[in-house]
């Protein structure tokens, strides 16, 4: 038989470019350049709001915009994960952000 080792103290946080991929990149692409077509989806690489404001870009995934649906059925962590990817990988924020802070704009 084949045993898994599992750590249950402490479940791995969520990869903020997977959770990316999963919910953001089919509107915003994969590399977070945006696009038009039967909708606008704002480019989110260099994007002066999102890089200055982790607030502003979890409000959006909360609470969506325009057609934009809400993603409030995430988890705080996985919140969490996408902003932090978003903001560091497609911008240069240099902040990390817990999913208390996803948790406090709720």
């Known amino acids: 038989s084949l045993a898994i080792a599992q750590d249950d103290s402490e479940a791995a946080a969520p990869n903020g470019a997977e959770q990316y991929q999963l919910f ?3 509107c915003h692409m994969s590399d977070g350049s945006g696009a038009e077509g039967a909708g606008r989806y704002p480019n989110l690489t260099g994007n002066p709001a999102v890089e200055a404001s982790p607030e502003f870009v979890i409000m959006r995934i909360l609470n969506g915009y325009g057609a934009m649906p ?3 059925s995430l988890s705080d962590e996985n919140i969490a994960a996408i902003v932090n990817h978003v903001r560091n990988e497609f ?3 240099d902040e990390e952000i817990g999913p208390e802070m996803v948790e406090a704009q709720r």
């Open 91 to 93: 911008n240069n924020a």
């Open 24 to 26: 953001c990149a089919a």
């Open 70 to 72: 809400s993603f409030a």
